[in-house]
């Protein structure tokens, strides 16, 4: 069974570029969520995807985006980059309704 | 809006010593409760959960966690850790009111170093 995948594994970005991660759900999983973790700090809610559109969003600004394609799988877009920016984001996936997030091992972005 | 509050932000014990990893949450209401661990340079793995039912919730490698409706805390305990346990635990909350979806509100976590 597999679980929740995500590339690249590390991502060397400098300011003002753009990035897109991916994500691959837990086999049998609908629902998509993205968290920002910032070194030393607790993962933070980005948004969630269900049904290919964007089912709840946290407090991100619009440079934030993403995308749930027909297969469950997503995408999280980052433009105008910041050194802000630099964090481990998770992708973590769900059944529908259901509250057990199951995560992935996380893009490392770095953005000088 | 929710928010978690781990106590405690380090916590060093020695091998086979017990431990309790403290977590409070502000929610008055209806809570789902999760703990992750983190080991380094990897994701979160889901350690136990509580959503109804038993207060008392164990995971498969000898961690419980109590949930506390009137302290508002969901405390995670171990009777004897092992040096394998060094990682970073987070505590977790999400509201299952919530019609549009569920999101994870976490603490800042807690790096649980046992030494030798």
């Known amino acids: 069974d597999a679980g929740v995948t995500q590339s690249p594994t590390h991502l060397i970005k400098t300011r003002g570029q753009q990035v897109t991660l991916r994500c691959s759900p837990k086999?049998?999983?609908?629902?998509v969520s993205w968290y920002q973790q910032a070194l030393g700090q607790g993962p933070q809610f980005i948004f969630q995807y269900y049904e290919e559109e964007e089912r709840q969003r946290g407090n991100f600004p619009d440079r934030f985006s993403g995308h749930q394609f027909p297969n469950y799988s997503s995408e999280l877009n980052v433009n105008a980059l910041l050194l802000g920016d630099s964090a481990l984001y998770l992708c973590?996936?769900?059944?529908?309704?259901?509250?057990?997030?199951?995560f992935g091992p996380g893009t490392r972005l770095l953005v000088l | 809006a929710q928010s978690v509050t781990q106590l405690d932000s380090q916590v060093p014990v020695f091998e086979e010593a017990p431990v309790e990893l403290r977590c409070n949450y502000s929610s008055s209401v209806s809570v789902y409760l999760f703990w992750y661990v983190q080991y380094p340079n990897q994701g979160l793995q889901l350690l136990l959960k509580y959503l109804s039912g038993s207060t008392l919730v164990e995971s498969i490698n000898g961690f419980e966690a109590e949930f506390n409706k009137s302290q508002t805390s969901f405390h995670l305990r171990k009777p004897s850790v092992h040096i394998s346990d060094t990682a970073e635990y987070f505590c977790?909350?999400?509201?299952?009111?919530?019609?549009?979806?569920?999101?994870?509100?976490f603490g800042e976590g807690t790096q649980l170093t046992v030494n030798p």
């Open positions: 086999s049998g999983h609908d629902t």
């Open positions: 973590a996936s769900s059944l529908g309704g259901e509250e057990t997030q199951y």
């Open positions: 977790a909350v999400s509201d299952p009111w919530e019609t549009s979806g569920s999101r994870l509100t």
